[in-house]
Antibody
């Protein structure tokens, strides 16, 4: 069974940093590209970042470019999102989502809440 | 402001058929597949439709998708109370370096 479990969320002050993790199991992690998608409270879904299976291709949404860094460790079946210079508007539930070509985001984690507030 | 445009709300009574529209442009819906996601209250999104009109295993055939030009739609027939959820369309956008775009979401209420 495919499982994606996010962790690392919490309360952080504006300008601070946080590192999210996503532990994958139930599939060959190294064969799949992965994404982070976020959802602000009461709002819709917003794609944040994409990383290919070998980390050779990475994309970011303009709203996080230069502040967030996506990475993965295929040996540890883990996906990461390093978030720096956090702003109030980054407050959201962050989901990791598996990306299968032609299937879109076919599996999602349960999400981890990041709150940026003083 | 979302790149893909959806109506904020839709409603229907049990047994009815409802449709949710999703409008985009030539760089996203016009040239790439459309995906639909269902988000039940308090849960993570779930893939509902892929490649415009394909259903993952386990998704009832009451759900169907279609695409024409730069627009797409999700149809739900035989509406049931458990279909009450938020629905999002998504597509890859080829502009700039490429990125995923979502619609703003449609809250479906079963009356």
């Amino acid at each position: 069974e495919v499982q994606l479990v996010e962790s690392g969320g919490g309360l952080v002050q504006p300008g601070g940093s946080l590192r999210l993790s996503c532990a994958a199991s139930g599939f060959t992690f190294s064969s799949y590209s992965m994404n982070w998608v976020r959802q602000a409270p009461g709002k819709g879904l917003e794609w944040v970042s994409y990383i290919s299976s070998s980390s050779s291709t990475i994309y970011y949404a303009d709203s996080v470019k230069g502040r967030f860094t996506i990475s993965r460790d295929n040996a540890k079946n883990s996906l990461y999102l390093q978030m720096n210079s956090l702003r109030a508007e980054d407050t959201a539930v962050y989901y990791c989502a598996r990306n299968t070509r032609g299937l879109g985001f076919d599996y999602w984690g349960q999400g981890t809440l990041v709150t940026v507030s003083s | 402001q979302s790149v893909l445009t959806q109506p904020p709300s839709a409603s229907g009574t049990p047994g009815q058929r409802v449709t949710i529209s999703c409008s985009g442009s030539s760089s996203n819906i016009g040239s790439n597949y459309v995906y639909w996601y269902q988000q039940l209250p308090g849960t993570a999104p779930k893939l509902l439709i892929y490649r415009n009109n394909q259903r993952p295993s386990g998704v009832p055939d009451r759900f169907s998708g279609s695409k024409s030009g730069t627009s797409a739609s999700l149809a739900i027939s035989g509406l049931r109370s458990e279909d009450e959820a938020d629905y999002y369309c998504a597509a890859w956008d080829d502009s700039l370096s490429g990125y995923w775009v979502f619609g703003g979401g449609t809250k479906l209420t079963v009356l």
